[in-house]
């Protein structure tokens, strides 16, 4: 697996956010075929995770160039934070509630718009990019 490159693009309101680029690693002839096709990849309500990474390797070798912006990296991670020793700690209802409500949806569709832009400036497929995401990311897509 290749190590994503990590990323600062323009947000919401010309702030730097934090990204992660995960190059396009094709494993096969099929995937080959998509190589300079690009996605945005949001992540859940609890941020650029293992989870999220996970998600864009897999599609980084399907032959897609993958930009994960990390919403939070403005005020931090509003929940726990992984470590060493628990890699997925859990979120109670109440952090999770807060988490969702403490991103405006302005801001974080500002953030993935940059995101776009970077990819373009990047060479983003001719026909452009998909923004796809989970839970609270596919909310935002």
């Known amino acids: 697996m290749n190590e994503p490159e990590k990323v600062v693009l323009l947000g919401a ?11 396009a690693n094709p494993q096969n002839q099929e995937a080959e075929e998509r190589a300079g096709r690009s996605i945005v990849l949001v992540h859940e309500v609890f941020g650029l995770d293992r ?4 998600v864009a390797t897999e599609l980084a070798a399907e032959g897609y160039q993958v930009m994960a912006p990390d919403l939070y990296s403005r ?11 628990d890699p997925a700690p859990s979120w109670d209802v109440d952090t999770i509630r ?8 302005r801001q974080a569709v500002s953030d993935i718009e940059g995101a776009g832009k970077e990819l373009k400036r990047r060479g983003a497929h001719k026909d452009g990019f998909v923004v796809m995401g989970f839970c609270r990311g596919g909310t935002l897509a």
């Open 51 to 54: 989870f999220t990474r996970q």
């Open 75 to 85: 005020e931090g991670l509003p929940g726990p934070a992984p470590s060493a020793d």
């Open 13 to 23: 309101g010309g702030d730097c956010v934090d990204a992660e680029l995960f190059a």
């Open 98 to 105: 807060a988490a969702a409500a403490g991103l405006s949806d």
